[in-house]
Each structure stands twice: as C-alpha cells, then as structure tokens.
C-alpha cells in the first residue's frame, strides 16, 4: 500500500496564482521529499525536510511538515506555465533506506 | 554538475528476451536505488544497494536482478521479458541512504 497519498490528484490553476499540494503518510519518517516529473520524463528533486523541520523555503517553493498529522504541504507561489508537471512526495520510512512514493498530483497551470 | 547516467535511453526488446539496463551515480554517492513505473503509475521501489552490498529489496520480481559493481555503477538485469515489464526504470543515487536522492532521465523499455 501507499506510504504517501497526495491531493488533490490533479489540479488546474491560472498562471501567477499559487498551488498548494498536500501528503499524507503512515508511519514515522526520516525526512519527506518532493519531486517533480514532467511528462515521461525523469524524476527532479525539489526539497527535502527533515523530520525535526516545520518549514523550508526554496525559490518559489514553500513546504511545510506536520509530524503529528504525518502530512507535508508544498505550496507554489507565483505559478507559471513551466511548473505544469507531476509532483510526487516521498517518503524516507525508517530503517528500509527506500523512499515510498505518494501517487502524485497533476498541475496544470493555464496561461 | 554530473548527473545520474542512465543507458539505454529507449530500449525494445520481444517477449522471453533479456536486457540489461545501466546506471552510473553523481559521484562519491555510495547507494543507488532502482524503480519501475508504469504508464500513469506511481514509481514503484526495486531495489538498492548501498557500497555495493544490496540494501534493500521491494516489489522486484525474480526474473529480475540487479548489481552494483566496484565503480558504484549499477546493472538491472531482466530476464524472460513480459509486456507487463513495459515501463520507465529509474535509477537514482544518494551520497548515504538518508540523503536526498537524485534520479537519472531513466530507461524507457518496451516490450513487444
């Protein structure tokens, strides 16, 4: 089953607003990772943040970890027409050294 | 700055036959992870190794095995193909098993 569930599972914005992405999880993590995949093509990281963190900024990207709700938010802020891709969260679960991976949210931003 | 390295890029091959599928880490890291996903599907973790010794083992079926060499560069070998195995095979490393992990374009088998 699915460490991570994200939602929504597609969402569909105007260019320059912003798009928030949520995850879930079940079991307790090292750290918790965003990636971003345009169409068939390879996975790119975005940010990590670490159990002990709350909050990471990087550029226009701001995420957020809730350890007691096991959920992580990645807001976008200022979307553009090149943020339309897949992004998948994952997580690092504990002593398996392997990151399980959330179903993905589709954004499509529209100019 | 280098990257992961995966070759072959694109690869088809006809039920029942083998292929192999390589993948070179940044640098200096010592684990490298594989992963399969399906067309509209989530990655799905195979497996990894770390300095060489397998580290962990998922959902990789036993047609299936994988190395990591002295170089750190890893082989996924798959065997007795089905077109089930048509999939974007990812390979990914990290300098340790907690750090962030870095992912190469990946291989895209096709299976006929």
């Known amino acids: 089953s699915q460490q991570g569930e994200e939602d929504p599972q597609a969402l569909s914005i105007q260019e320059g607003e912003n798009a928030t992405m949520n995850c879930s999880y079940k079991?307790?993590?090292?750290?918790l990772q965003w990636y971003r995949q345009n169409s068939g093509r390879g996975l790119v990281h975005l940010i990590l943040?670490?159990?002990n963190e709350r909050e990471k900024h990087s550029g226009r990207l701001r995420v957020t970890l809730d350890t007691s709700k096991k959920s992580s938010s990645l807001l976008i802020t200022a979307s553009r027409a090149a943020d339309t891709a897949s992004y998948f969260c994952a997580t690092d679960a504990g002593s398996n050294y392997q990151l399980i991976w959330g179903a993905g949210t589709k954004l499509i931003i529209k100019p | 700055a280098a990257g992961v390295i995966q070759s072959p890029r694109h690869l088809i091959k006809e039920k029942r036959e083998t292929a192999t599928l390589k993948c070179y880490p940044i640098p200096r890291h010592d684990t490298v992870y594989w992963y399969q996903q399906g067309p509209g599907q989530d990655p799905q973790f195979l497996i990894s190794f770390y300095e060489k010794m397998q580290s962990d083992k998922g959902s990789i079926p036993d047609r299936f095995s994988a190395q990591q060499f002295s170089d750190y560069h890893s082989e996924l070998n798959m065997s007795s193909l089905e077109l089930g195995d048509s999939a974007l095979y990812f390979c990914?490393?990290?300098?340790?098993?907690?750090?962030?992990?870095?992912f190469g374009q990946g291989t895209r088998l096709t299976v006929v």
């Open positions: 079991t307790s993590i090292n750290n």
């Open positions: 990914a490393s990290s300098r340790n098993r907690v750090s962030e992990a870095f």
């Open positions: 943040i670490r159990s």
